[in-house]
């Protein structure tokens, strides 16, 4: 059995999407996120995102971390260095617990689940929903493309683990 944890990291909300299943078939899969409190700090609202993710680490105990790689847009350079923040708490913990970690960009899972590495975040939603048979949708965002993340991950990783 082989369980992975897709993580889309994110000050406001961090996704977090786990895959667990035996070679190809997938036989569970759950998601959430982190939400933080945009009038905290951001030192209180880092430390939030490190310790739910180290305890939910401990609790799931996953072979594989897969993280999303950060990207920065010229146009808002300032969100690229945030999200570099939250992906270095993210893989301090993942690190901390013993677990391998992998970091796949945006464009290549897109491209992994649609077929299209410019994918909007509908297409990547409606391709998770569909492979995992999910009827509703999956929401937020963040918990759709941390699961993208986490099918990723066990397709390109679950036969080396």
Do not use: W
């Not at 969100?79 to 939250?86: A, D, E, F, N, P």
């Amino acid at each position: 059995m082989i369980k992975v944890v897709g993580i889309d990291p994110g000050l406001a909300g961090t996704g977090i999407g786990v895959i667990q299943g035996d070679n190809r078939d997938i036989s569970g899969y759950s998601f959430g996120s982190i939400a933080t409190d945009s009038k905290a700090s951001t030192p209180s609202r880092l430390n939030l995102i490190y310790s739910r993710i180290a305890d939910f680490l401990d609790d799931q105990k996953p072979d594989l971390v897969v993280i999303e790689d950060i990207y920065s847009l010229e146009k808002y350079p300032g969100s690229g260095i945030m999200l570099g923040k939250v992906s270095g708490v993210l893989l301090v913990a993942a690190f901390r617990a013993g677990i391998r970690v992998e970091e796949i960009s945006v464009r290549e899972v897109k491209k992994i689940m649609t077929g299209n590495g410019s994918a909007d975040k509908l297409q990547v939603e409606k391709s998770v929903r569909n492979l995992l048979k999910h009827g509703e949708p999956i929401r937020p965002f963040h918990a759709s493309d941390a699961l993208g993340l986490a099918l990723a991950g066990y397709y390109r990783y679950g036969r080396l683990l």
